[in-house]
């Protein structure tokens, strides 16, 4: 049900033609779908101030409604309908067959608005105004590597419909990436919207990412800390070999350079490499016997500071 034009706009019943004007321009601008995209209740307002211009700011349609012979909504009163049948043809016709006063009105307000106005004559619908539609905010979830490495991927609406859209390499969690023209409908010949895609980006059991660097934990055997050797890497990309050094410690990091995040502008990031030690499970009695050497013949304490050599 549609509610009192008068009260829609605040103002008295007494207003002056320019004082209703006056009033709907300000709603109309405050209360207009592309300054709130995706704001239902907003755009209802918007369409309730416009329908209550529409009756009083067209001053024969105001006589109409406050003798009664329509309602709020441009509709003849159910006492008066059979006037109908007998009224020419451009009588009693709803509110969205917009008159000379409120063709005027609107499309001051829409060249405001959008710098569009409208020139000459002839009627125009509130919906033949161009405007741009409201911006569509979405969300989407990928994986690590996907955002690192870029992909395309299918955003499903719901309407049932879906997107197809491109994961741009190097894409930070929880950043917004913009579809131009995916939104919702424009009004009149104006564009669609556009659709705000957040993506939130899966965490990696192996990688993290600390800037335009990856960061990975490599294990290694206890030969290998202690000789050295070639090992097999693994990257965002492919596997690279790295040469690990004679005599490192877990934690000591290693940096892979040019292979971690290529930015869209900008040199690639590097992967760092953690090393981390790791025993066998179940120790021999070989392995046994040499720890214990180890243990006789070294004087080695981790746990002490260190002295420095001059």
């Known amino acids: 049900m549609h509610e009192d034009p008068y009260k829609v706009l605040g103002v008295a019943k007494t207003a002056t033609q320019d004082e209703i004007r006056k009033a709907y321009r300000k709603l109309a601008k405050k209360l207009h779908p592309d300054l709130h995209p995706g704001d239902a209740s907003k755009q209802a307002e918007f369409q309730a101030v416009t329908a209550a211009?529409?009756?009083i700011g067209d001053p024969e349609k105001r006589k109409r409604f406050d003798a009664g012979e329509i309602d709020a909504s441009g509709q003849e009163r159910p006492e008066r309908q059979y006037?109908?049948?007998y009224a020419d043809t451009g009588a009693g016709?709803?509110?969205?067959?917009?008159?000379?006063?409120?063709?005027?009105?609107l499309s001051d307000l829409f060249s405001d608005l959008f710098g569009n106005r409208q020139q000459g004559g002839g009627r125009r619908t509130y919906q033949e105004f161009d405007a741009r539609g409201a911006d569509m905010r979405y969300h989407l979830e990928v994986d690590f590597l996907d955002a690192a490495r870029g992909a395309r991927r299918s955003l499903s609406l719901p309407d049932g419909s879906a997107i197809e859209m491109t994961i741009p390499a190097g894409l930070k969690d929880g950043q917004t990436l913009r579809l131009k023209g995916k939104g919702g409908a424009g009004m009149g010949r104006g564009p669609a919207g556009d659709a705000l895609v957040t993506v939130n980006v899966r965490p990696h059991p192996s990688f993290a990412?600390?800037?335009d660097d990856i960061e990975v934990e490599l294990p290694i055997t206890?030969?290998?800390a202690v000789l050295g050797g070639k090992v097999e890497v693994?990257?965002?990309?492919?596997?690279?070999?790295m040469t690990i050094p004679a005599g490192v410690s877990s934690g000591h990091r290693l940096r892979l350079k040019g292979k971690g995040i290529k930015p869209a502008k900008g040199p690639a990031g590097d992967q760092l490499v953690r090393l981390k030690i790791v025993l066998p499970e179940k120790m021999d009695d070989e392995m046994?016997?040499?720890?214990?050497?180890?243990?006789?013949h070294v004087r080695h304490d981790p746990r002490k500071p260190q002295r420095r050599s001059k």
Do not use: C, K, L, N
């Not at 016709?93 to 009105?105: F, I, K, N, V």
């Open 234 to 241: 693994p990257t965002i990309g492919d596997p690279v070999s």
């Open 83 to 85: 006037y109908q049948q």
């Open 93 to 105: 016709r709803r509110y969205d067959q917009a008159g000379p006063g409120g063709y005027e009105d």
């Open 53 to 55: 211009h529409d009756i």
């Open 209 to 211: 990412r600390d800037g």
């Open 222 to 224: 206890f030969d290998e």
């Open 288 to 296: 046994a016997e040499i720890a214990r050497r180890w243990r006789a």
